[in-house]
T-cell receptor
Framework: DSGVTQTPKHLITATGQRVTLRCSPR?????VYWYQQSLDQGLQFLIQ???????AKGNILERFSAQQFPDLHSELNLSSLELGDSALYFC?????????FGSGTRLTVV | AQSVTQPDIHITVSEGASLELRCNYS??????LFWYVQSPGQGLQLLLK????DTLVQGIKGFEAEFKRSQSSFNLRKPSVHWSDAAEYFC?????????????WGLGTSLAVNP
């Protein structure tokens, strides 16, 4: 157990739908990062939050959004889902340098 | 552009043989460097990391990596591979750009181990 918890582990949904992925960071870590792992793009940085505020954005689509709550857990919202959004979504947390990853949420869009 | 290159998409070695996985990066300064391993259907496990100091770093599972500034490389090595090492290996770089932190990933090297 890495200390970073992601739920759900698996998600199957239809095109056009909206889903929410949840991440609880390791205790004490203020930063949360979201990454997408797909077969064609590999691992891509999506977005970073630090203590509730957005800190950095990567290759995140406009249909995707995220937030970090006062208790430091984070949610990644994916809307108007397309087949190409099927991927493994990882959350990582950090207290500064170095990252701890959760086990990921596998999203399948059908 | 900032990038991380893992030249070998797939490598097959025999159990007990030595292993070297290559990683090159292109950044102006020395970034933070990482190697992660991912078993099929699993998450990302940190093998080792380099921030500064001794350029030869030891990691878990008998892995080590050497940072060579002149070659912008951070190659992963293991003297004797075990069948359980079969997995996908990712090199990642944190550009260490102030508060704007993130990991830039290589495309990975898939390792197969023959008995």
């Amino acid at each position: 157990d890495s200390g970073v918890t992601q739920t759900p582990k698996h998600l199957i949904t239809a095109t056009g739908q909206r889903v929410t992925l949840r991440c609880s960071p390791r205790s004490g870590d203020l930063s949360v990062y979201w990454y997408q792992q797909s077969l064609d793009q590999g691992l891509q940085f999506l977005i970073q939050y630090y203590n509730g505020e957005e800190r950095a954005k990567g290759n995140i689509l406009e249909r995707f959004s995220a937030q970090q709550f006062p208790d430091l857990h984070s949610e990644l919202n994916l809307s108007s889902l397309e087949l190409g959004d099927s991927a493994l979504y990882f959350c990582a947390s950090s207290a500064g340098v170095g990252y701890t990853f959760g086990s990921g949420t596998r999203l399948t869009v059908v | 552009a900032q990038s991380v290159t893992q030249p070998d998409i797939h490598i097959t070695v025999s159990e007990g043989a030595s292993l070297e996985l290559r990683c090159n990066y292109s950044y102006g300064a020395t970034p933070y460097l990482f190697w992660y391993v991912q078993s099929p259907g699993q998450g990302l496990q940190l093998l080792l990391k380099y921030f500064s100091g001794d350029t030869l770093v030891q990691g878990i599972k008998g892995f080590e990596a050497e940072f060579k500034r002149s070659q912008s490389s951070f190659n992963l090595r293991k003297p004797s591979v075990h069948w359980s090492d079969a997995a996908e290996y990712f090199c990642a770089v944190d550009p260490n750009a102030g508060n704007n932190r993130k990991l830039i990933w290589g495309l990975g090297t898939s390792l197969a181990v023959n008995p």
